[in-house]
């Protein structure tokens, strides 16, 4: 089937700042289906959480530069009115933030603010259906006795409880597809599992498409289908979750999988990583933004430093990489990584 | 005769005051943050200590560097005790022992330069090395892999790594012996958690040093330590050689915790048969009475709740509190 | 939080004894003799005596602060027999110089004060809050730069000069309204409004513009916040996020140091009562200073002691309603 529910094509975005335009993402395009996982790993500044806010329209309105297309269900969500944006946001595509403190008001009890994000797409619910509505999500995300505590303030939930709360607001409206942005990484790692666990199984119960923007490959491994792996603004692998984690086809990809540590202990000894750190969004290097730190630059030749690689078909693994190596070597390399 | 451990901590407890109830507002609770904690770290060797948010391994680097004072026990440094060091002493065993910091951003000064904050220390102990103080900082700054031209630069202009090198070059200019890291990778990016781990493992390496080296992430823990030792609400569960702990933990929280990390291999993962601990870790102001982790456990009994278990032998070199300690080991991932 | 409020008025009540003490003890330190000032230059000693003893004066110094309290509660009477008067409770003191209990006085003065300050404090809310909305809104655009402007302007222009300034230009100048002078609203109301239109506009453009930049600043602060962005993703309207979110966090800091200020400005708003000849406390305070009529002096200053130590208490709730953190613990 073709039809997907997100297409995002030719996004780009920047930032005026004082320092300079900051080209936060160049050239992003990828697809999302119904009831897909698709991650999207990059360090910070890769330009996986502006590419996300951006399908909702959060960016910035006084300083972002937004062009290309986002087109949600028939809608193209960068250049619809207002008014339709506003009318899709929570209802159709739904957000959950890294930092659940944070991203919950302080002033008004969880109660309230799960209600409104129901009221305002259903603006004629009565009291008592948008209360037995919040009632049922708050059951639904696994807070402990939620009739006592549906009128408690933000602080007074622990942070995997606060972390269910936010995700009780995104779903509350049944939407089609949940962008989470890093929703785990605030949490220690046995409530990461719950709330990782609580996301799977409200995804197949609404046949929902999630889009999981996240740092941490692991998290990726255990629950995308699909993978976008960003540097520098530009999407440089795209691969389904196997043949990712089985023969990566980009070099960053694999120095971001040889510094990943592991629990098995035969695999101690030293990490393989990445030399230098990522670059400036405001002076990107000319050419692939990744040569300055690739170990394979300078054998490709000069074409690294001055033509940005496209996105092209490696292997037959259906993996998509942004490399001006062979396809030979790259698949050579590739099948090493893991090994 | 010179004791074996660099550094021995013996049933170190540290308390804090919190709280303000009645009309008087006198302080009532406290926050059992470190709650009877043993242990040693030997020479050369490099002690991991993993544990959730609010365990208390935080508090406990901080009572080991002497930053705060324990509320009770001993601490040991070289077999001297150094528990109420205070003025010249304290300022002495500084000289020894060092911290390494979490945030790269906020634990330098932004006003002083690379070169300035490199040789702080050496300005507090009025030391003056034989080659001269300008030249001492770019021999750090090298051995940490900073470019010595950018001695006159100031934090801003680093990232994240960098910067990270410079609070190592920071606590290594003294010659410690022992490094004190409190979650020192887990504000970085991957690629460059990968480099300053490599980068301590080398000056372990060369220097001799012994690291304690506290952090939330078990894989970065299991990548550095020798021995590993888990905490739960202030204490100890388990604690043992870096393998043994791994491969085979004991301790249902250990399994637990183990279990709950995401693992970097899609083939691998199970997330049906994971261990999924319920609920939250409870307040240290009002820890469960017995065994800490009861609420929490699929094995607790009427025992643990009643008994707080001791830290036992339990195979392998391996101490465990724990009144049903796993007895198949269960390989991870295997 | 009722032992909150409990433990809170308490507090409030142990400061104003330290406050009235601190206050009763430095200015009987002044060197001036209260007795002395009681009657003309010409005065025989035997009078300035007898004065002494009526009024308490003789006694050490202690004993006339025991006086000075006990008054507060029971009223107080000066001098025996015939030539005896009564200051009825609560008494302040008595003002020789104008033959008046202090506390008649502080009554005729602080309707005018209260007055000025109410409607000065109004004005300055609704100008700060709306000129700081607007600024953070359009944040970068002209309408910004007003604001950030007018509130640069403001901060840095004492009282008195903005008072002459509107003095000159409005009555002298252009000549749109007489000189202002004083009128209870409920006499004559034109003439109370005539009166204090000046005064409220001197005062609130000062207090305005620190509030406006107050208000921008906390607005812009907020707007950065996840959850005005998670509002945002759940398609709450624009106003909607401005009054549930934005308003709402940036308006905790200011009801706080807005109730503050407001009691400061009831202690008497001196330089602008002075300047605008409005009979209120302020403007009290002044000729006491200048003939140091102690009593009077003692009496404003406990009054202005105890508006600031009840708008802390009253902030202190007011947060407590404001901020659900502060009220729940948990």
Request: proline share 6%; charged share 15%; hydrophobic share 45%.
């Amino acid at each position: 089937m073709t039809s997907s529910l997100l297409s995002v094509t030719d996004l780009n975005v920047s930032f005026d700042t004082p320092d300079g335009v900051v080209r936060a993402v160049s050239d992003v395009s990828f697809t999302v289906s119904a009831g897909e996982t698709l991650g999207i790993v990059g360090e910070s500044g890769s330009g996986k959480s502006v590419t996300a806010s951006s399908i909702l329209r959060l960016n910035s309105s006084t300083n972002a530069t937004t062009t290309g297309s986002a087109v949600l269900a028939g809608t193209d969500m960068l250049t619809c009115s207002d008014a339709e944006v506003r009318a899709r946001r929570g209802s159709e595509v739904a957000m959950v933030f890294q930092d659940p403190l944070s991203a919950l008001n302080p002033y008004y009890t969880v109660g309230r603010q799960i209600g409104e994000a129901y009221q305002v797409h259903h603006p004629d619910a009565s009291k008592a259906e948008v209360r037995e509505r919040v009632m049922d999500m708050l059951t639904k995300v696994g807070i402990p006795h939620p009739e006592q505590r549906v009128d408690e303030y933000p602080h007074q939930f622990s942070g995997g409880m606060r972390q269910r709360i936010v995700i009780a607001i995104a779903l509350v409206n049944s939407p089609k597809l949940l962008i989470a942005d890093e929703p785990t990484t605030a949490l220690d790692v046995t409530v990461q599992a719950q709330i990782l666990d609580l996301m799977l199984s409200l995804q197949a119960e609404n046949k929902m498409a999630i889009i999981l923007i996240t740092h941490d490959l692991g998290v990726v491994a255990e629950v995308a289908q699909n993978v976008l792996v960003m540097y520098g603004g530009r999407i440089v692998e795209r691969a389904s979750v196997d043949a990712l984690f089985d023969a990566p086809t980009h070099p960053y990809a694999w120095g971001l999988l040889g510094a990943v540590g592991s629990l098995d202990h035969n695999k101690r000894g030293e990490l393989r990583t990445v030399i230098g750190t990522p670059p400036s969004l405001i002076t990107l290097p000319p050419g692939c933004s990744f040569a300055p730190r690739c170990e394979y630059a300078h054998s490709v030749g000069s074409v690294c430093t001055t033509t940005v690689p496209m996105l092209r078909n490696i292997g037959h693994l259906g993996s998509f990489s942004a490399c001006h190596m062979s396809d030979e070597q790259i698949i050579q390399i590739g099948s090493k990584v893991r090994a | 005769m010179i004791s074996d451990f660099a550094l021995e901590g013996i049933d170190l407890v540290k308390y804090f005051p919190t709280g303000r109830s009645g009309i008087l507002g006198r302080a009532r609770e406290n926050v059992r943050a470190v709650d009877g904690v043993s242990l040693s770290l030997r020479r050369g060797t490099t002690l991991g200590i993993v544990g959730e948010s609010g365990c208390g391994k935080s508090t406990l680097a901080r009572v080991v560097t002497r930053l705060i004072e324990p509320t009770h026990g001993q601490i040991l440094l070289d077999g001297e005790d150094i528990t109420h060091a205070s003025g010249k002493e304290l300022r002495r065993m500084r000289t020894k022992i060092q911290m390494v910091f979490q945030d790269p951003y906020s634990s330098l000064n932004p006003r002083h330069s690379v070169g300035q904050i490199i040789s702080a220390p050496l300005q507090v102990q009025k030391m003056k090395p034989v080659q001269g103080e300008r030249q001492r900082v770019h021999e750090m700054m090298e051995l940490v892999g900073l470019n010595p031209e950018h001695y006159n630069r100031y934090p801003h202009e680093f990232s994240g790594g960098q910067r990270q090198r410079i609070g190592i070059a920071r606590s290594l200019i003294l010659n410690p012996s022992i490094i004190v890291a409190d979650e020192p990778v887990s504000a970085l990016d991957v690629s460059i958690q990968a480099q300053i781990l490599n980068l301590m493992a080398k000056l372990q390496e060369t220097l001799g040093l012994s690291y304690v080296f506290i952090a939330h992430d078990l894989s970065v823990v299991h990548h550095i330590a020798d021995e590993v030792a888990v905490m739960y609400l202030g204490k100890i569960v388990e604690m043992g050689p870096s393998n043994v702990v791994y491969s085979s933990p004991s301790h249902p929280y250990t399994k637990a915790l183990l279990s709950a990390v995401p693992v970097a291999d899609p083939k691998r993962h199970h997330r049906q048969d994971r261990i999924r601990l319920t609920g939250d870790v409870p307040s240290p102001v009002n820890p469960p009475s017995g065994c800490r982790f009861r609420t929490r456990c699929w094995l607790a009994t009427e025992k643990c709740a009643n008994e707080e278990p001791s830290l036992n032998p339990g195979g392998n070199g391996r101490l465990v509190a724990c009144h049903y300690p796993l007895e198949t080991p269960v390989s991870i991932g295997s | 939080m009722l032992v909150f409020i409990t433990r809170r008025l308490l507090f409030a009540v142990g400061l104003l004894l330290a406050v009235s003490l601190f206050t009763y003890l430095l200015f009987s330190m002044l060197p001036a003799d209260p007795a002395a000032l009681t009657c003309g230059k010409n005065c025989k000693p035997d009078l300035i005596e007898a004065n002494r003893v009526r009024l308490g004066y003789d006694k050490p110094v202690l004993e006339q602060y025991w006086l000075f309290l006990k008054g507060i509660f029971a009223g107080r009477t000066y001098g025996t027999g015939a030539t005896a008067f009564t200051c009825p409770a609560p008494s302040l003191g008595y003002s020789f110089s104008q033959h008046e209990c202090v506390t008649t006085m502080i009554a005729n003065t602080f309707p005018v004060t209260a007055y000025l300050s109410i409607g000065a404090f109004v004005l300055w809310m609704l100008l700060g809050i709306s000129l700081g909305s607007v600024a953070a809104l359009k944040r970068g655009k002209w309408q910004d730069r007003l604001a950030t402007t007018f509130s640069a302007v403001g901060v840095s222009l004492p009282t008195f000069y903005i008072g002459l300034l509107v003095l000159f230009t409005v009555v002298i100048w252009l000549g749109l309204m007489p000189f202002p002078h004083y009128e209870s609203p409920f006499e004559n109301i034109v003439g109370f409004f005539n009166a204090l239109i000046l005064p409220w506009l001197t005062l609130a453009v000062l207090s305005a513009a620190s509030y406006t930049r107050l208000t921008r600043n906390g607005m812009l602060e907020a707007m950065n916040e996840d959850f005005v962005r998670l509002g945002i993703a759940k398609g709450l309207k624009r106003g909607v996020i401005l009054r549930r979110y934005v308003l709402r966090s940036a308006l905790v800091p200011i009801v706080t140091i807005a109730g503050l200020d407001f009691a400061a400005l009831l202690g008497g708003a001196i330089i602008t009562e002075s300047v605008f000849s409005l009979p209120g406390m302020g403007r009290m305070s002044i000729r006491a200073v200048v003939e140091s009529d102690l009593p009077v002096l003692v009496g404003t200053t406990m009054v202005a002691a105890l508006f600031i130590v009840l708008a802390n208490v009253v902030v202190d709730i007011l947060y407590g309603v404001l901020d659900p953190r502060v009220r729940t613990k948990s």
